[in-house]
């Protein structure tokens, strides 16, 4: 028998996971409310990591995944396999999360539906149509068939009422992974690799690298950027949490994998990598979740991306884009390994991505 409000929130990766937990669980402690969660299961090792981290099963599995899917297959199977399942529940929102193809895909098939569609971390942008590819017209497709947007900042908040977006309808909210973080740091640390607790007087950067853009050559320079630091300074060790795509991880293994004091991981669940991050000195990543976590542990961040559609932590002075060319790397994480003025001026504990209220926010809205 219904509670309440019924409400789907529909997520396919560890990102989308992450961020849509703290909202299934206070959904789940509002008896104003009948959630109904559906996984695509787009990237379905990472995604269930972060469901059992969190204690949270989906009730309904998808399951798209396939061996070297493209957008061309994500979208036509969650076309095929979500509208039965909506048309079903027929709830009264939709709930989809930032800017992958399950994300606009599930909106769509919310929209043919005539469905509410509310979308978490609404208006981010970096106003270039491929990068991050697909992400940038992903979320902007999203924003096309929204009823109900929910900005992370003041300035996705202005992204949207700059594109029409009536003020209405756009709440401020936070990030929810600000929320997951802060649950999860006060969590008591799982064992990590023997490599970390053997650190020492060693410092650990940290390094994860896996968007679209970056496959091929931009892959194969960060990874021989990596390389050359690590010979450069005898006290960095190097953690490289290898995403699962064999397309990152062949280029990886190829330039990495016999390098010492470099260690090639598998993703390791939400819990152990945000104690990982914590117990890091630096981080490099094309990873948007993590370049709003980051501050939150007082650590600095170079992003190895061409543009970001996270400004904010760039003008906190928290972030640094410096994109895939391997001179610049060197030169970027040479500094903030060389000169402990550089290192302090970004090592703060300031983010400009939330507060750990965003899902009651939410929440609220959809209220």
């Not at 999203?142 to 700059?162: E, G, K, V």
Request: hydrophobic share 45%; proline share 7%.
């Amino acid at each position: 028998m219904s509670r309440g409000k019924r409400v789907a929130l529909v997520f396919g990766t560890r990102p989308e996971a992450i961020k849509v937990a703290p909202i299934a669980l206070r959904l789940r402690e509002s008896t104003d409310f009948d959630p109904i969660l559906i996984a695509t299961a787009q990237h379905r090792e990472l995604m269930d990591q972060v469901l059992g981290v969190f204690g949270l099963e989906p009730d309904y599995d998808l399951d798209i995944m396939r061996p070297a899917q493209n957008p061309f297959d994500v979208t036509e199977r969650v076309l095929a396999r979500l509208r039965p399942v909506l048309e079903r529940e027929r709830p009264d929102w939709v709930v989809v999360q930032g800017d992958t193809t399950t994300a606009f895909a599930s909106a769509l098939v919310a929209f043919y539906l005539k469905l509410p569609v509310a979308h978490v971390e609404a208006g981010l942008r970096t106003d270039d149509k491929y990068h991050p590819f697909p992400e940038e017209i992903n979320r902007r497709l999203i924003s096309a068939l929204a009823d109900l947007h929910f900005a992370p900042t003041q300035r996705a908040a202005r992204n949207l009422l700059r594109e029409g977006v009536r003020p209405d309808a756009v709440r401020v909210t936070g990030n929810t992974v600000i929320d997951a973080l802060l649950t999860i740091a006060g969590k008591p640390a799982p064992p990590l690799p023997p490599f970390v607790e053997g650190l020492g007087g060693r410092r650990l950067m940290l390094a994860t690298a896996h968007r679209r853009e970056n496959w091929g050559d931009p892959m194969r320079r960060i990874c021989r950027a990596l390389r050359f630091l690590v010979k450069r300074h005898s006290d960095v060790v190097v953690a490289f949490s290898v995403h699962p795509n064999p397309q990152v991880r062949s280029v990886v293994e190829e330039v990495l994998g016999d390098v010492p004091r470099v260690h090639l991981l598998d993703p390791l669940d939400y819990v152990a990598f945000v104690h990982l991050m914590e117990r890091s000195y630096l981080i490099l990543t094309d990873s948007g979740g993590i370049q709003e976590e980051a501050p939150s542990l007082g650590k600095p961040v170079l992003v190895l991306r061409e543009v970001t559609e996270r400004p904010e932590g760039v003008e906190a002075g928290v972030l640094k884009v410096v994109g895939t060319d391997e001179g610049a790397i060197i030169t970027e994480a040479s500094l903030l390994l060389e000169d402990d003025a550089a290192y302090r001026a970004m090592a703060q504990r300031r983010n400009p991505y939330g507060d750990g209220r965003a899902s009651e926010r939410i929440v609220e809205a959809l209220r």
